[in-house]
């Protein structure tokens, strides 16, 4: 189906977003008059008076018991004020999670998006939590309500400040994972390079491959991957950039050349211990949860590094990790990934230089597929927790957000076409659990011109994969 729509002639304003209230609450731990501040399990910000507390839960409280009378299975997920948007999340059982967000919106924009937005924020929000704290049931069973707060003072005391709301657009509701393409002898060359570490160091469960911050290999299953891909995009490799790209640069004549330089510079634990020969060195690796919802896994979380590929190895948390170990991994798996990162680096520059000359084309474009939660954008210039840089206005991003507000609301495949009022086209596809958002700058182009220009995108960028026609 093709739905050709004008966008509002109107320039929408920019929202800023700020956060006022984020609380976490149990209606049954406080079920009678007077223990209403039982319920409170986090609040923040944590100097607000208590009474202030005791009623804000409780209106939230009221909502979602309210809006349970008219279906019981799907209480509210948000409500809209004059200046704020409260979001709810129950995660677990009893367990709500409230965010209060003040959005200042000056003229129209989809209230249904900013929703979809900031509720994918909100359960990116518990996500996190658990993969690093597991669940809140399993914190009451070790500790009860006592460990649970403490638990949740610790990590959202931190993770809070994290959080750059005005930089949520719709990769935030995908929550997809970039996969670094490769040819099909590299990408083998990885996989017996996985086989074989995994064979020397039997204490590993699971590994995770990554080059350029994209991913090419994962044991983990995808929810797991999608979050842990997340917490290291957006937290750990940027706290530990530095100019490691320099070797796109190097010319692959030269590579054998200064290889034993590279491997001594670029190789180290971004988890762990951060120099080896220290002999002061702490040999603590962060904890994860994975499988929560049936094994229940605690690992070690390690992460090597060499030049632009790094590799996550998952160990049972039951393990002693110590030097002896680290060591052993250092010998064999940094000369092996320094190579191998190399290897990535010249099939890259070969593909670059058969692709020809980097052009602005006339389109840019988001896509999506929900199965395998592949993401690609060449919208986004760069995309981290605290910036959001795109190569389009922002009223073309809204645009987007229109559109996929549409597809969630029906189940059949379809395509929607927009004509901007900035000459702008913008084209939506949705087929078979995928989705393709195209931006074109042909503003003298009409309808049928724009929808040959989308099946010529389809047909070089995403030659394999079959778009509703």
Same mark, same amino acid.
């Given at each position: 189906?093709i739905?050709?729509?004008?966008?509002?002639?109107?320039?929408?304003?920019?929202?800023t977003?700020?956060?006022?209230?984020?609380?976490?609450?149990?209606?049954?731990?406080?079920?009678?008059?007077?223990?209403?501040?039982?319920?409170?399990?986090?609040?923040?910000?944590?100097?607000?008076?208590?009474?202030?507390?005791?009623?804000?839960?409780?209106?939230?409280?009221?909502?979602?018991?309210? $809006?349970r $009378?008219?279906?019981?299975?799907?209480?509210?997920?948000s409500?809209?004020?004059?200046?704020?948007?409260?979001?709810f999340f129950?995660?677990?059982?009893n367990?709500w999670?409230?965010?209060?967000?003040?959005?200042?919106?000056l003229?129209?924009?989809?209230?249904?998006?900013?929703? =979809?937005?900031?509720?994918?924020?909100?359960?990116?929000?518990?996500?996190?939590?658990?993969?690093?704290?597991?669940?809140?049931?399993r914190?009451m069973?070790?500790?009860?309500?006592?460990?649970? $707060?403490?638990? !949740?003072?610790?990590?959202?005391?931190?993770?809070l400040? =994290?959080?750059?709301?005005?930089?949520?657009?719709?990769?935030?509701?995908?929550?997809?994972?970039?996969?670094?393409?490769?040819?099909?002898?590299?990408y083998?060359?990885?996989?017996?390079?996985?086989?074989?570490?995994?064979?020397?160091?039997?204490?590993?469960?699971?590994?995770?491959?990554?080059?350029?911050?994209? !991913?090419?290999?994962?044991?983990?299953?995808?929810?797991?991957?999608?979050?842990?891909?997340?917490?290291?995009?957006?937290?750990?490799?940027?706290?530990?950039?530095?100019?490691?790209?320099?070797?796109?640069l190097?010319?692959?004549?030269?590579?054998?050349?200064?290889?034993?330089i590279?491997c001594?510079?670029?190789?180290?634990?971004?988890?762990?211990?951060?120099?080896?020969?220290?002999?002061?060195?702490?040999?603590?690796?962060?904890?994860?949860f994975?499988?929560?919802?049936?094994?229940?896994?605690?690992?070690?979380?390690?992460?090597?590094?060499?030049?632009?590929?790094?590799?996550?190895?998952?160990?049972?948390?039951?393990?002693?990790?110590?030097?002896?170990?680290?060591?052993?991994?250092?010998?064999?798996?940094?000369p092996?990934?320094?190579?191998?990162?190399?290897?990535?680096?010249?099939?890259y520059?070969?593909?670059?230089?058969?692709?020809?000359p980097?052009?602005?084309?006339?389109?840019?474009?988001?896509?999506?597929?929900?199965?395998?939660?592949?993401?690609?954008?060449?919208i986004?210039?760069?995309?981290t927790?605290?910036?959001?840089?795109?190569?389009?206005?922002?009223?073309?991003?809204?645009?987007?957000?229109?559109?996929?507000?549409?597809?969630?609301?029906?189940?059949?495949?379809?395509?929607?076409?927009?004509?901007?009022?900035t000459?702008?086209?913008?084209?939506?596809?949705?087929?078979?659990?995928?989705?393709?958002?195209?931006?074109?700058?042909?503003?003298?182009?009409? !309808?049928?011109?724009?929808?040959?220009?989308?099946?010529?995108l389809?047909? =070089?960028?995403?030659?394999?994969?079959?778009?509703?026609?």
């Amino acid at each position: 189906m093709i739905s050709p729509r004008m966008a509002t002639g109107m320039q929408e304003k920019q929202y800023t977003p700020s956060l006022l209230n984020f609380f976490i609450y149990n209606p049954k731990f406080g079920p009678r008059e007077g223990e209403e501040e039982k319920k409170i399990l986090f609040y923040h910000p944590s100097d607000v008076e208590k009474n202030e507390k005791i009623r804000n839960v409780g209106l939230c409280e009221a909502i979602v018991q309210f $809006t349970r $009378t008219f279906c019981p299975s799907k209480p509210a997920k948000s409500l809209h004020t004059q200046k704020n948007r409260q979001f709810f999340f129950e995660p677990e059982e009893n367990f709500w999670i409230v965010m209060v967000l003040c959005m200042f919106i000056l003229n129209y924009i989809c209230a249904e998006f900013i929703d =979809t937005v900031y509720g994918a924020v909100l359960q990116q929000c518990y996500s996190m939590y658990k993969l690093f704290n597991g669940t809140f049931a399993r914190a009451m069973e070790a500790g009860g309500v006592e460990l649970l $707060t403490q638990k !949740l003072e610790k990590f959202f005391y931190r993770y809070l400040q =994290t959080l750059h709301l005005q930089s949520c657009d719709l990769l935030d509701v995908f929550g997809g994972i970039s996969f670094f393409p490769l040819d099909k002898m590299t990408y083998l060359k990885i996989q017996s390079f996985v086989n074989r570490v995994e064979e020397s160091l039997s204490l590993i469960k699971y590994t995770a491959f990554l080059y350029n911050d994209q !991913l090419i290999w994962s044991g983990l299953e995808q929810d797991d991957m999608r979050i842990l891909y997340k917490y290291l995009t957006t937290s750990l490799f940027p706290r530990h950039s530095e100019p490691e790209s320099i070797h796109f640069l190097v010319d692959v004549t030269m590579e054998m050349m200064i290889l034993v330089i590279l491997c001594l510079c670029f190789k180290r634990f971004l988890t762990g211990p951060s120099n080896l020969k220290d002999p002061e060195a702490k040999f603590r690796f962060p904890k994860i949860f994975v499988n929560t919802d049936d094994s229940y896994e605690e690992l070690h979380l390690i992460v090597y590094k060499a030049m632009s590929a790094a590799v996550c190895f998952m160990i049972s948390a039951s393990e002693e990790l110590g030097r002896e170990f680290c060591e052993q991994l250092d010998g064999l798996v940094g000369p092996q990934l320094t190579l191998l990162a190399s290897d990535i680096c010249e099939q890259y520059n070969i593909n670059r230089r058969v692709s020809g000359p980097d052009k602005e084309p006339q389109f840019k474009f988001i896509y999506f597929n929900h199965m395998n939660l592949a993401e690609k954008s060449t919208i986004h210039m760069r995309k981290t927790a605290s910036v959001s840089l795109t190569s389009v206005h922002p009223d073309l991003m809204k645009i987007l957000g229109d559109i996929h507000a549409d597809f969630v609301r029906v189940d059949e495949d379809e395509e929607i076409i927009v004509k901007a009022m900035t000459d702008y086209w913008v084209v939506g596809k949705k087929s078979d659990q995928r989705e393709l958002y195209v931006i074109l700058n042909q503003k003298n182009a009409n !309808l049928i011109e724009v929808n040959e220009e989308v099946k010529r995108l389809c047909a =070089t960028q995403f030659n394999n994969i079959f778009f509703l026609d």
